[in-house]
């Protein structure tokens, strides 16, 4: 899938956040729910921004590059990559799920899987395999006591 990282992770989620909006508004199939239920989405979505920001971070700290598929220069396990080995990912389907949960239509929600896979097959599984080049058993061991999402 060489074709997805030609878009880095947040511009497929901007993508998929128009894509929500557009089908919210053309497209609404049904609707689910209304205010002041709909206001609960703000809880993933800033629980999603809290996990990409603390990712980059962590990345940042340890002086390792966030874009992916740059040559990595640390194996980053503190911080929130002690829970998730993705939190950036995480994070960006959260920010989706929580704008999908505002907007309250069915509609809203069919880019939610498409992103989780986009990221799941476009990025993770690579990345998985070149940090396993790179950082051998560390990353193996490293790998077996964390999850890929949560």
Known sequence: MGW???????????VALMSAVALHHWLPLMQLWHAPL????????GAGLILAVFGIGAFRRAGTPVIPFERSTA???????RFTRNPMYLGLSLILTGTAVMLGSVGAFLPLPLLVWILQSGYIEAEERFLEELFGGDYLRYKSLVRRWM
Do not use: D
């Open 38 to 45: 709909s206001w609960l989405g703000a809880l993933p979505l």
């Open 4 to 14: 997805a990282r030609r878009i880095v992770p947040p511009g497929w989620l901007l």
């Open 75 to 81: 194996l980053v396990t503190t911080g929130v990559y």
